[in-house]
């Protein structure tokens, strides 16, 4: 159980703080914008949806591939020899992710 007086419950709580406010502010635009919409014909806040969620499919189709070969390949440069390039790893992985 928490205990409301655990000093490590309060850090959390401040670290959780700005989180949780920015989180906030995210979801209110999407409520704003739902709420414009749905003053529009039928369909329109529908239509609001699909074009956010296909603008998206690019960025994290991306994203997805960078954050899964870049931290992979930097901790390989880290730990290699000093002989092998971080230089080249990062061109590689570049290369992979535009091609």
């Not at 703080?17 to 979801?27: Q, Y």
């Not at 014909?41 to 870049?70: K, N, R």
């Not at 992979?72 to 535009?98: E, H, K, N, T």
Request: proline content about 6%; glycine content about 6%.
């Amino acid at each position: 159980m928490l205990d409301p007086a655990d000093s490590g419950l309060h850090k959390v709580a401040r670290m959780m703080g700005p989180r949780i406010v920015t989180i906030a502010a995210f979801n209110l635009v999407f409520v704003a914008t739902d709420n414009l919409a749905s003053r529009l014909e039928v369909g329109s806040v529908t239509a609001l949806v699909y074009g956010w969620l296909i603008m998206q499919v690019p960025e994290t189709l991306l994203a997805t591939a960078i954050g899964t070969a870049l931290p992979a390949d930097a901790f390989r440069a880290i730990c290699a020899p000093p002989d092998r390039s971080v230089r080249g790893q990062s061109r590689r992985a570049s290369r992979s992710l535009l091609a």
